[in-house]
C-alpha cells in the first residue's frame, strides 16, 4: 500500500489523560465524530472555566475538521490542602477565658485543648487557592490536555491508515470494474447495427403496400448517429482520470477528506451518465456494480478529515 506522504486522519477517535498531583486529581476525555466543519465542544469544572479559550485553540491546532468534544474532570483529594490556624478564633477563645478566670482556672488554656475548640483548625477544602497554585495547576491542565489531543491525533491518523486501504481497495475495483467497462463499449456500435439490422428485417418482413426498401447509406447514417449518443468512451476516460486524482490525494494524505468528497460526487456522475447511454445488458450490469462501489467509497469517505 502506498504510505501516505502526511497521515490520512480519521474524523472518528478517542483518547483521554489522566494524572494525580499533591492535592488533586484529573482526568481528560476528548472525543471526535465526521462533520462537515469544525466543531468544538468544551466542558470545564466550575473554577476552570478560565482555560476555554486556550482549550479551544489547542484543539483547534490537532484537528481540521469534525465534532470535538473536551471533558476535563478535576477532583481534590482529602487532606491535601495542609491545616491553617485560625488566629481570630484563638484570640475570642482567650479573651472569654480572661472573662471567666474569677470562675475558672486563672493557668492559660493548653494548646490540645485549644485546638479541639471548632474553629480553630481550619481544614476547609473549599478554601481559595493562592494565584500561585491556581498557576501551577492550570499549566499541568494544560499539559494534560496536549497529552490527551497527541492521543487523539494518534488514534485519528491509526483509524486513517486502516481507511486509506479500505479507499485504495475500492479505486482497485473501480478501475477494474471501467477496464472491462471499455471492452464492453468497444462492442457497442456493432451491437447496435446488429440489433437495428434485426428489428427492421422484422418490420420489413411482412411488406405493406407502397413500403419502400431501405437504403442502406442511410442505415449506417442512423447507426452512426445511435453509436455517438451511446459512446462512452469520454465517461470511462474521465472515472480513469479520477481514479488516479483520488490515488493522488490519498497518497498526499492530510486534511484532503472534502476534494476525496467532491470526487466521489464526479464519479458517481460519470457512473450514473454511463449507466444511462448503455444499450447493452452487461455494460449496464457494470454500470450498477460500478455505482455501488462508488457509493461505498464515498461513504468511507465521510470519515476523513
Known amino acids: 500500500m502506498i504510505k501516505p506522504a502526511a497521515p490520512l ?3 472518528t477517535a478517542f483518547a483521554q489523560a489522566a494524572g494525580t498531583e499533591p492535592s488533586f486529581a484529573w482526568r481528560w476525555e476528548v472525543r471526535s465524530v465526521n462533520a462537515r466543519g469544525l466543531d468544538l465542544r468544551v ?43 485560625n488566629a481570630e478564633a484563638i484570640a475570642r477563645v482567650l479573651a472569654l477565658h480572661q472573662a471567666l478566670v474569677p470562675r475558672v482556672d486563672p493557668s492559660p488554656p493548653r494548646l490540645e485543648a485549644l485546638l479541639q475548640v471548632k474553629g480553630v483548625l481550619d481544614a476547609s477544602e473549599d ?14 491542565l494544560i499539559q494534560g490536555l496536549d497529552a490527551a489531543g497527541a492521543a487523539l491525533h494518534q488514534a485519528r491518523a491509526e483509524e486513517g491508515a486502516r481507511l486509506a486501504a479500505v479507499l485504495l481497495a475500492q479505486i482497485d475495483r473501480i478501475d477494474a470494474l471501467v477496464g472491462e467497462a471499455a471492452s464492453l463499449a468497444v462492442t457497442q456500435p456493432t451491437a ?12 420489413l418482413a411482412e411488406p405493406q403496400p407502397g413500403q419502400r426498401s431501405i437504403d442502406p447509406q442511410r442505415l449506417e447514417q ?6 455517438v449518443k451511446a459512446d462512452v468512451r469520454e465517461e470511462l476516460d474521465r472515472l480513469i482520470a479520477h481514479s488516479a486524482q ?8 492530510g486534511a484532503v477528506g472534502r476534494r476525496l468528497d467532491f470526487l466521489a460526487q464526479e464519479f458517481n456522475r460519470e457512473a450514473n451518465t454511463l449507466t444511462s447511454k448503455s444499450t447493452d445488458t452487461a455494460l449496464t450490469r457494470l454500470g450498477i456494480e460500478l455505482k455501488t462501489v462508488i457509493d461505498q467509497f464515498r461513504e468511507q469517505v465521510q470519515n476523513i478529515e
Open 9 to 11: 486522519l480519521s474524523m
Open 43 to 85: 466542558r470545564l469544572p466550575q473554577g476552570c472555566e478560565r482555560l476555554e479559550p486556550t482549550v479551544r485553540d489547542r484543539l483547534s491546532k490537532v484537528c481540521v475538521r469534525g465534532a470535538v468534544s473536551a471533558t476535563l474532570e478535576v477532583r481534590r483529594l482529602a487532606g491535601a490542602r495542609p491545616l491553617q490556624i
Open 127 to 140: 478554601a481559595p487557592d493562592s494565584e500561585e497554585e491556581v498557576a501551577q495547576r492550570d499549566a499541568l
Open 192 to 203: 447496435l447495427r446488429n440489433r437495428l439490422v434485426a428489428m427492421l428485417a422484422d418490420v
Open 222 to 227: 442512423e447507426v452512426a448517429l445511435l453509436a
Open 246 to 253: 483520488a490515488r493522488d490525494l490519498v497518497a498526499a494524505g
